[in-house]
Protein backbone atom coordinates (compact mmCIF):
# COMPACT_ATOMS: atom_id res chain seq x y z
CA UNK A 1 0.00 0.00 0.00
CA UNK A 2 1.20 3.55 -0.22
CA UNK A 3 2.04 4.25 3.35
CA UNK A 4 4.46 0.71 3.17
CA UNK A 5 7.95 2.22 4.01
CA UNK A 6 10.60 1.27 1.09
CA UNK A 7 14.21 0.60 1.20
CA UNK A 8 17.08 2.36 -1.08
CA UNK A 9 15.82 -0.46 -3.74
CA UNK A 10 11.99 0.15 -3.61
CA UNK A 11 11.42 -2.80 -1.53
CA UNK A 12 9.25 -2.50 0.74
CA UNK A 13 10.08 -2.74 4.81
CA UNK A 14 8.44 -4.36 8.08
CA UNK A 15 10.17 -3.51 11.07
CA UNK A 16 12.82 -1.88 9.36
CA UNK A 17 13.64 -4.80 7.49
CA UNK A 18 13.32 -5.00 3.54
CA UNK A 19 10.85 -7.86 2.80
CA UNK A 20 13.40 -8.99 -0.10
CA UNK A 21 15.77 -9.96 3.08
CA UNK A 22 12.95 -12.04 5.11
CA UNK A 23 12.35 -13.52 1.83
CA UNK A 24 15.76 -14.79 1.49
CA UNK A 25 16.41 -15.54 5.03
CA UNK A 26 12.75 -17.70 5.75
CA UNK A 27 11.62 -18.49 2.66
CA UNK A 28 8.03 -18.34 0.60
CA UNK A 29 5.62 -18.64 1.28
CA UNK A 30 5.71 -17.28 4.86
CA UNK A 31 3.83 -15.46 7.25
CA UNK A 32 5.03 -12.57 9.06
CA UNK A 33 3.47 -11.70 12.19
CA UNK A 34 4.06 -7.87 14.06
CA UNK A 35 4.43 -8.84 18.14
CA UNK A 36 3.96 -5.75 19.18
CA UNK A 37 0.60 -4.95 16.83
CA UNK A 38 -0.28 -8.36 18.14
CA UNK A 39 0.26 -7.19 21.82
CA UNK A 40 -1.34 -3.87 20.68
CA UNK A 41 -4.53 -5.40 19.95
CA UNK A 42 -4.62 -7.44 22.89
CA UNK A 43 -4.05 -5.00 25.03
CA UNK A 44 -7.17 -2.47 23.68
CA UNK A 45 -9.57 -6.01 24.21
CA UNK A 46 -8.18 -5.93 27.87
CA UNK A 47 -8.79 -1.98 28.26
CA UNK A 48 -11.77 -1.95 26.52
CA UNK A 49 -13.73 -2.80 29.06
CA UNK A 50 -11.81 -1.25 32.05
CA UNK A 51 -11.20 -4.84 33.47
CA UNK A 52 -14.61 -5.31 33.69
CA UNK A 53 -14.78 -8.08 31.39
CA UNK A 54 -13.18 -11.03 30.49
CA UNK A 55 -10.87 -11.36 27.08
CA UNK A 56 -10.55 -14.84 25.88
CA UNK A 57 -9.32 -15.09 22.84
CA UNK A 58 -10.23 -17.58 20.04
CA UNK A 59 -7.23 -19.88 19.53
CA UNK A 60 -8.28 -21.15 16.62
CA UNK A 61 -7.62 -18.20 14.85
CA UNK A 62 -3.80 -18.70 15.03
CA UNK A 63 -2.20 -20.84 17.97
CA UNK A 64 1.40 -21.15 18.49
CA UNK A 65 3.21 -21.25 22.01
CA UNK A 66 4.73 -17.49 21.70
CA UNK A 67 0.98 -16.82 21.07
CA UNK A 68 -0.14 -18.00 24.19
CA UNK A 69 2.72 -16.48 26.06
CA UNK A 70 2.08 -12.97 24.44
CA UNK A 71 -1.86 -13.49 25.36
CA UNK A 72 -0.61 -14.11 28.97
CA UNK A 73 2.04 -11.34 29.56
CA UNK A 74 -0.67 -9.05 28.24
CA UNK A 75 -3.52 -10.48 30.45
CA UNK A 76 -5.87 -12.00 28.30
CA UNK A 77 -7.46 -15.95 28.80
CA UNK A 78 -7.73 -18.13 25.90
CA UNK A 79 -10.41 -20.35 24.40
CA UNK A 80 -9.41 -23.69 23.12
CA UNK A 81 -11.46 -26.12 21.05
CA UNK A 82 -9.73 -29.35 20.58
CA UNK A 83 -7.45 -31.36 22.50
CA UNK A 84 -4.64 -30.30 20.54
CA UNK A 85 -4.78 -26.07 21.09
CA UNK A 86 -5.59 -27.07 25.25
CA UNK A 87 -2.20 -29.10 24.73
CA UNK A 88 -0.42 -25.86 23.61
CA UNK A 89 -1.82 -23.69 25.44
CA UNK A 90 -1.16 -26.05 28.83
CA UNK A 91 2.65 -26.58 26.77
CA UNK A 92 2.96 -22.66 26.59
CA UNK A 93 2.27 -21.94 30.39
CA UNK A 94 -1.13 -20.27 30.64
CA UNK A 95 -2.51 -21.16 34.22
CA UNK A 96 -5.57 -23.82 33.15
CA UNK A 97 -8.01 -21.57 35.20
CA UNK A 98 -7.52 -18.70 32.20
CA UNK A 99 -8.56 -21.50 29.05
CA UNK A 100 -12.11 -21.98 28.38
CA UNK A 101 -12.63 -25.48 26.71
CA UNK A 102 -15.03 -25.31 23.54
CA UNK A 103 -16.45 -28.08 21.03
CA UNK A 104 -19.72 -29.69 20.04
CA UNK A 105 -18.44 -33.30 20.04
CA UNK A 106 -15.85 -33.34 22.68
CA UNK A 107 -13.74 -36.48 23.14
CA UNK A 108 -14.22 -38.14 26.78
CA UNK A 109 -10.22 -37.44 26.58
CA UNK A 110 -10.06 -33.68 25.93
CA UNK A 111 -12.94 -33.62 28.71
CA UNK A 112 -11.19 -35.54 31.37
CA UNK A 113 -7.74 -33.57 30.68
CA UNK A 114 -9.37 -30.50 31.20
CA UNK A 115 -11.02 -30.73 34.63
CA UNK A 116 -8.09 -32.67 35.72
CA UNK A 117 -5.87 -30.04 34.37
CA UNK A 118 -8.33 -27.61 36.19
CA UNK A 119 -9.76 -25.17 32.56
CA UNK A 120 -11.73 -22.23 34.24
CA UNK A 121 -14.77 -23.19 32.25
CA UNK A 122 -15.85 -26.10 29.95
CA UNK A 123 -19.33 -24.64 27.50
CA UNK A 124 -21.43 -27.35 27.11
CA UNK A 125 -22.99 -27.45 24.50
CA UNK A 126 -25.89 -30.42 24.68
CA UNK A 127 -27.67 -32.69 26.79
CA UNK A 128 -25.49 -35.23 26.33
CA UNK A 129 -22.53 -33.52 27.16
CA UNK A 130 -23.92 -32.34 30.35
CA UNK A 131 -24.03 -35.84 31.69
CA UNK A 132 -20.45 -36.32 29.69
CA UNK A 133 -18.66 -33.49 31.37
CA UNK A 134 -20.42 -34.28 34.91
CA UNK A 135 -19.83 -37.70 34.80
CA UNK A 136 -16.08 -37.11 34.48
CA UNK A 137 -15.42 -34.45 37.20
CA UNK A 138 -17.47 -36.43 39.49
CA UNK A 139 -14.93 -39.36 38.80
CA UNK A 140 -11.94 -36.83 39.19
CA UNK A 141 -13.80 -35.73 42.31
CA UNK A 142 -13.65 -32.28 41.33
CA UNK A 143 -16.79 -29.41 40.54
CA UNK A 144 -16.15 -28.30 37.19
CA UNK A 145 -17.26 -24.86 36.31
CA UNK A 146 -19.65 -24.25 33.42
CA UNK A 147 -21.25 -22.51 30.80
CA UNK A 148 -24.30 -23.34 28.40
CA UNK A 149 -23.93 -22.34 25.15
CA UNK A 150 -27.48 -21.29 23.26
CA UNK A 151 -28.68 -20.53 20.10
CA UNK A 152 -30.21 -17.61 20.51
CA UNK A 153 -32.03 -17.42 16.60
CA UNK A 154 -29.33 -15.00 15.57
CA UNK A 155 -27.20 -15.26 12.48
CA UNK A 156 -24.74 -12.68 11.74
CA UNK A 157 -22.98 -12.07 8.48
CA UNK A 158 -20.42 -9.84 7.50
CA UNK A 159 -22.85 -7.13 6.75
CA UNK A 160 -26.47 -8.01 7.90
CA UNK A 161 -28.05 -10.26 10.47
CA UNK A 162 -30.81 -12.39 10.10
CA UNK A 163 -32.57 -13.21 13.72
CA UNK A 164 -34.73 -16.38 13.48
CA UNK A 165 -37.29 -18.54 15.66
CA UNK A 166 -35.02 -21.66 15.18
CA UNK A 167 -31.59 -22.18 13.83
CA UNK A 168 -30.73 -25.38 11.58
CA UNK A 169 -26.77 -26.17 12.82
CA UNK A 170 -25.10 -27.78 15.06
CA UNK A 171 -24.14 -25.48 17.92
CA UNK A 172 -25.58 -25.39 21.55
CA UNK A 173 -28.70 -25.75 22.66
CA UNK A 174 -31.71 -23.47 21.20
CA UNK A 175 -33.43 -21.19 23.64
CA UNK A 176 -36.81 -21.30 22.04
CA UNK A 177 -39.20 -24.36 22.87
CA UNK A 178 -37.41 -24.30 26.59
CA UNK A 179 -35.01 -26.51 25.35
CA UNK A 180 -31.90 -24.08 27.10
CA UNK A 181 -33.99 -23.51 30.54
CA UNK A 182 -34.33 -27.56 30.21
CA UNK A 183 -30.31 -27.70 30.00
CA UNK A 184 -30.16 -25.04 32.76
CA UNK A 185 -32.53 -27.79 35.03
CA UNK A 186 -30.71 -30.74 34.31
CA UNK A 187 -26.98 -28.75 35.06
CA UNK A 188 -28.29 -27.20 38.16
CA UNK A 189 -29.15 -30.65 39.41
CA UNK A 190 -25.42 -31.91 39.33
CA UNK A 191 -23.31 -31.38 42.28
CA UNK A 192 -20.32 -32.12 40.03
CA UNK A 193 -21.42 -28.74 38.06
CA UNK A 194 -21.15 -24.97 38.79
CA UNK A 195 -22.96 -23.51 36.14
CA UNK A 196 -21.31 -20.02 36.12
CA UNK A 197 -23.64 -18.43 33.06
CA UNK A 198 -24.85 -18.67 29.32
CA UNK A 199 -22.83 -18.53 26.60
CA UNK A 200 -23.61 -17.32 23.11
CA UNK A 201 -21.54 -16.98 19.75
CA UNK A 202 -23.47 -15.47 16.60
CA UNK A 203 -21.01 -15.58 13.84
CA UNK A 204 -17.76 -14.51 12.29
CA UNK A 205 -16.93 -11.41 10.46
CA UNK A 206 -19.21 -9.37 11.61
CA UNK A 207 -19.71 -5.50 11.59
CA UNK A 208 -23.54 -4.52 12.70
CA UNK A 209 -23.73 -4.63 16.11
CA UNK A 210 -27.35 -5.10 15.66
CA UNK A 211 -26.65 -9.28 15.66
CA UNK A 212 -25.25 -9.19 19.86
CA UNK A 213 -27.88 -6.77 20.92
CA UNK A 214 -30.38 -9.36 20.18
CA UNK A 215 -28.19 -12.16 21.40
CA UNK A 216 -27.77 -9.83 24.71
CA UNK A 217 -31.47 -9.32 25.02
CA UNK A 218 -32.23 -12.98 24.73
CA UNK A 219 -29.54 -14.19 26.99
CA UNK A 220 -30.61 -11.84 29.41
CA UNK A 221 -33.86 -13.11 28.87
CA UNK A 222 -32.87 -16.74 29.87
CA UNK A 223 -31.01 -14.95 32.84
CA UNK A 224 -34.32 -13.38 34.01
CA UNK A 225 -36.47 -16.49 33.52
CA UNK A 226 -33.07 -18.27 35.75
CA UNK A 227 -33.88 -16.05 38.49
CA UNK A 228 -37.86 -16.69 38.70
CA UNK A 229 -37.56 -20.19 38.25
CA UNK A 230 -34.34 -21.04 40.25
CA UNK A 231 -34.07 -17.65 42.69
CA UNK A 232 -30.35 -17.74 41.34
CA UNK A 233 -28.60 -15.28 39.20
CA UNK A 234 -26.02 -16.23 37.32
CA UNK A 235 -22.66 -14.60 37.55
CA UNK A 236 -21.27 -14.49 33.72
CA UNK A 237 -22.49 -14.34 30.30
CA UNK A 238 -20.24 -14.68 27.01
CA UNK A 239 -21.37 -12.69 24.22
CA UNK A 240 -18.77 -15.12 21.84
CA UNK A 241 -16.83 -13.28 19.51
CA UNK A 242 -17.17 -12.36 15.56
CA UNK A 243 -16.19 -9.15 14.98
CA UNK A 244 -14.66 -7.87 11.63
CA UNK A 245 -11.73 -6.88 10.43
CA UNK A 246 -10.69 -5.25 7.11
CA UNK A 247 -9.76 -6.90 4.31
CA UNK A 248 -10.13 -4.38 1.98
CA UNK A 249 -10.77 -0.95 2.14
CA UNK A 250 -14.77 -1.48 1.61
CA UNK A 251 -14.51 -3.15 5.24
CA UNK A 252 -14.91 -0.87 7.98
CA UNK A 253 -14.53 -2.17 11.51
CA UNK A 254 -14.96 -0.68 14.74
CA UNK A 255 -12.45 0.10 17.53
CA UNK A 256 -12.28 -2.64 20.89
CA UNK A 257 -13.20 0.18 22.86
CA UNK A 258 -16.72 1.39 20.68
CA UNK A 259 -17.87 -2.63 20.77
CA UNK A 260 -17.34 -2.77 24.38
CA UNK A 261 -19.08 0.03 24.83
CA UNK A 262 -22.07 -0.99 23.34
CA UNK A 263 -21.98 -4.67 24.35
CA UNK A 264 -21.99 -2.96 28.21
CA UNK A 265 -24.50 -0.85 27.45
CA UNK A 266 -26.63 -3.31 26.13
CA UNK A 267 -26.25 -5.53 28.52
CA UNK A 268 -26.90 -2.97 31.38
CA UNK A 269 -29.98 -1.93 29.75
CA UNK A 270 -31.54 -5.00 29.57
CA UNK A 271 -30.57 -6.14 33.16
CA UNK A 272 -31.74 -2.93 34.45
CA UNK A 273 -34.71 -3.72 32.70
CA UNK A 274 -35.31 -7.38 34.18
CA UNK A 275 -34.00 -5.83 37.55
CA UNK A 276 -30.96 -8.20 36.97
CA UNK A 277 -27.75 -7.47 38.63
CA UNK A 278 -25.22 -7.10 35.70
CA UNK A 279 -23.32 -9.95 35.10
CA UNK A 280 -19.63 -10.53 34.26
CA UNK A 281 -19.04 -10.43 30.37
CA UNK A 282 -16.71 -11.98 28.61
CA UNK A 283 -16.17 -12.06 24.86
CA UNK A 284 -13.92 -14.65 22.80
CA UNK A 285 -12.39 -12.61 19.81
CA UNK A 286 -10.07 -14.34 17.47
CA UNK A 287 -9.76 -12.57 14.16
CA UNK A 288 -10.21 -9.11 15.67
CA UNK A 289 -6.93 -9.52 17.36
CA UNK A 290 -4.68 -11.84 14.95
CA UNK A 291 -5.61 -11.28 11.69
CA UNK A 292 -4.45 -7.94 10.69
CA UNK A 293 -1.12 -8.77 12.43
CA UNK A 294 0.43 -10.86 9.86
CA UNK A 295 0.75 -10.86 5.66
CA UNK A 296 2.39 -13.79 3.91
CA UNK A 297 4.50 -13.02 1.39
CA UNK A 298 4.85 -15.19 -1.99
CA UNK A 299 7.09 -15.21 -4.71
CA UNK A 300 6.13 -14.44 -8.60
CA UNK A 301 6.56 -18.13 -10.73
CA UNK A 302 4.59 -18.45 -13.75
CA UNK A 303 2.68 -15.00 -14.76
CA UNK A 304 0.38 -16.36 -18.21
CA UNK A 305 -1.76 -13.48 -19.87
CA UNK A 306 -4.98 -14.48 -20.93
CA UNK A 307 -5.44 -12.16 -23.76
CA UNK A 308 -8.65 -10.19 -23.38
CA UNK A 309 -8.80 -11.65 -19.83
CA UNK A 310 -6.84 -11.43 -17.46
CA UNK A 311 -3.13 -12.38 -16.02
CA UNK A 312 -3.09 -14.81 -13.81
CA UNK A 313 -0.31 -14.68 -11.47
CA UNK A 314 0.72 -17.88 -9.85
CA UNK A 315 2.55 -17.73 -6.61
CA UNK A 316 4.36 -20.60 -4.54
CA UNK A 317 1.84 -20.72 -1.93
CA UNK A 318 -2.19 -20.86 -2.21
CA UNK A 319 -5.06 -22.76 -1.19
CA UNK A 320 -2.49 -24.63 1.36
CA UNK A 321 -1.41 -21.51 2.93
CA UNK A 322 -4.62 -19.83 2.42
CA UNK A 323 -8.49 -21.89 1.80
CA UNK A 324 -10.43 -18.76 2.29
CA UNK A 325 -10.84 -17.51 -0.67
CA UNK A 326 -11.25 -20.60 -2.21
CA UNK A 327 -13.55 -21.30 0.75
CA UNK A 328 -15.63 -18.32 1.55
CA UNK A 329 -15.09 -16.55 -1.31
CA UNK A 330 -12.95 -14.00 0.87
CA UNK A 331 -11.70 -10.94 -0.44
CA UNK A 332 -8.05 -10.15 0.05
CA UNK A 333 -5.81 -7.55 -1.42
CA UNK A 334 -2.04 -7.93 -2.82
CA UNK A 335 0.56 -5.92 -3.66
CA UNK A 336 4.11 -5.89 -5.59
CA UNK A 337 6.70 -5.49 -2.65
CA UNK A 338 10.08 -6.22 -3.36
CA UNK A 339 10.47 -3.32 -6.04
CA UNK A 340 8.28 -0.41 -6.95
CA UNK A 341 6.67 0.20 -10.26
CA UNK A 342 5.75 2.61 -12.78
CA UNK A 343 4.70 -0.03 -15.51
CA UNK A 344 0.42 0.69 -15.66
CA UNK A 345 -1.71 -1.58 -13.78
CA UNK A 346 -2.69 -5.11 -15.30
CA UNK A 347 -6.30 -7.00 -14.12
CA UNK A 348 -4.84 -10.16 -12.30
CA UNK A 349 -5.94 -12.89 -10.78
CA UNK A 350 -3.14 -14.17 -8.00
CA UNK A 351 -3.22 -18.02 -8.03
CA UNK A 352 -1.54 -20.90 -6.19
CA UNK A 353 0.15 -23.99 -7.54
CA UNK A 354 -2.54 -26.93 -6.84
CA UNK A 355 -4.02 -29.16 -8.76
CA UNK A 356 -7.67 -27.24 -9.02
CA UNK A 357 -9.11 -24.00 -10.49
CA UNK A 358 -10.52 -23.01 -7.23
CA UNK A 359 -6.97 -22.65 -6.11
CA UNK A 360 -6.94 -18.72 -6.20
CA UNK A 361 -5.56 -16.21 -3.46
CA UNK A 362 -6.79 -13.04 -4.41
CA UNK A 363 -9.48 -13.00 -6.97
CA UNK A 364 -9.33 -9.73 -8.82
CA UNK A 365 -6.15 -7.28 -8.10
CA UNK A 366 -4.25 -5.07 -10.32
CA UNK A 367 -0.90 -5.52 -10.35
CA UNK A 368 1.84 -3.50 -12.40
CA UNK A 369 2.05 -4.55 -15.73
CA UNK A 370 5.64 -5.83 -15.54
CA UNK A 371 4.99 -8.11 -12.99
CA UNK A 372 7.74 -10.90 -13.64
CA UNK A 373 8.90 -14.37 -12.22
CA UNK A 374 10.95 -13.62 -8.93
CA UNK A 375 8.68 -10.53 -7.80
CA UNK A 376 7.61 -10.83 -4.30
CA UNK A 377 3.68 -10.27 -3.61
CA UNK A 378 2.73 -9.55 0.11
CA UNK A 379 -0.94 -10.16 1.11
CA UNK A 380 -1.99 -8.27 4.31
CA UNK A 381 -4.62 -9.57 7.24
CA UNK A 382 -3.69 -13.37 6.78
CA UNK A 383 -3.00 -13.66 10.65
CA UNK A 384 -6.63 -15.41 11.15
CA UNK A 385 -7.23 -18.78 9.64
CA UNK A 386 -4.85 -18.95 7.38
CA UNK A 387 -1.89 -21.14 8.91
CA UNK A 388 -4.41 -22.52 11.47
CA UNK A 389 -6.57 -23.64 8.53
CA UNK A 390 -3.24 -24.69 6.32
CA UNK A 391 -2.86 -28.29 4.61
CA UNK A 392 -0.82 -30.00 3.14
CA UNK A 393 -2.58 -30.67 -0.32
CA UNK A 394 -0.22 -31.69 -3.14
CA UNK A 395 2.25 -32.23 -0.08
CA UNK A 396 3.01 -28.85 0.41
CA UNK A 397 4.59 -27.89 3.25
CA UNK A 398 3.06 -25.42 5.44
CA UNK A 399 5.14 -22.16 5.38
CA UNK A 400 6.67 -20.66 8.70
CA UNK A 401 5.32 -18.07 10.98
CA UNK A 402 7.68 -15.59 11.66
CA UNK A 403 7.22 -13.10 14.44
CA UNK A 404 8.69 -9.55 13.67
CA UNK A 405 9.32 -7.16 16.33
CA UNK A 406 12.40 -4.36 17.08
CA UNK A 407 13.50 -4.74 14.21
CA UNK A 408 14.49 -8.77 14.43
CA UNK A 409 12.45 -11.43 12.64
CA UNK A 410 12.46 -14.41 14.55
CA UNK A 411 10.74 -18.06 13.68
CA UNK A 412 7.73 -19.15 15.56
CA UNK A 413 6.48 -21.87 13.76
CA UNK A 414 9.29 -23.51 11.41
CA UNK A 415 8.06 -24.57 7.80
CA UNK A 416 7.75 -27.82 7.36
CA UNK A 417 9.92 -30.51 6.00
CA UNK A 418 9.48 -33.20 3.47
CA UNK A 419 11.07 -35.19 6.63
CA UNK A 420 8.09 -33.99 8.53
CA UNK A 421 5.69 -35.36 5.74
CA UNK A 422 7.75 -38.76 5.85
CA UNK A 423 7.74 -39.44 9.63
CA UNK A 424 3.85 -39.66 9.10
CA UNK A 425 3.65 -42.36 6.28
CA UNK A 426 5.27 -45.01 7.95
CA UNK A 427 3.73 -47.51 5.30
N1 LIG B 1 -15.99 -18.22 19.95
C1 LIG B 1 -16.57 -19.28 19.36
C2 LIG B 1 -17.43 -20.15 20.13
C3 LIG B 1 -16.33 -19.52 18.00
O1 LIG B 1 -16.89 -20.55 17.41
C4 LIG B 1 -15.47 -18.64 17.27
C5 LIG B 1 -15.20 -18.86 15.86
C6 LIG B 1 -14.88 -17.57 17.96
C7 LIG B 1 -15.17 -17.38 19.31
C8 LIG B 1 -13.93 -16.60 17.29
O2 LIG B 1 -14.50 -15.94 16.23
P1 LIG B 1 -13.71 -14.71 15.53
O3 LIG B 1 -13.64 -13.59 16.54
O4 LIG B 1 -12.36 -15.20 15.16
O5 LIG B 1 -14.54 -14.38 14.35
N2 LIG B 1 -12.74 -20.17 9.49
C9 LIG B 1 -13.65 -19.05 9.39
C10 LIG B 1 -14.06 -18.54 10.74
C11 LIG B 1 -14.66 -19.61 11.61
C12 LIG B 1 -15.02 -19.08 12.97
C13 LIG B 1 -15.41 -20.20 13.86
N3 LIG B 1 -15.70 -19.83 15.20
C14 LIG B 1 -12.98 -17.96 8.56
O6 LIG B 1 -11.85 -18.15 8.13
O7 LIG B 1 -13.59 -16.93 8.30
Given at each position: ???????????????????????????????????????????????????????????????????????????????????????????????????????????????????????????????????????????????????????????????????????????????????????????????????????????????????????????????????????????????????????????????????????????????????????????????????????????VGTVKELSGLRTYVSV?????????T????????V????????AGPMLSRVVG???ESGDIVVRDAFLPADL????????????????????????????????????????????????????????
Amino acid sequence: SRTVARDADGAATVGGIPVTRLAEEFGTPAYFLDEDDFRARCRAWHDAFGGEADVFYAGKAFLSRAVVRWLYEEGLNLDVCSGGELATALAAGMPAERIALHGNNKSEAEIERAVREGVGRIVLDSFQEIVRVAHIAEKLGKRQRVQIRVTVGVEAHTHEFIATAHEDQKFGIALADGQAAEAVRRVLKLDSLELAGIHSHIGSQIFDMAGFEVSARRVVGLLAEIRDEHGTELPEIDLGGGLGIAYTSEDDPREPHEIAKSLSDIVTRECAAAGLAVPRISVEPGRAIVGPTAFTLYEVGTVKELSGLRTYVSVDGGMSDNIRTALYDAEYTVALVSRTSTAGPMLSRVVGKHCESGDIVVRDAFLPADLATGDLLAVPATGAYCRSMASNYNHALRPPVVAVKDGEARVIMRRETEEDLLRLDVG
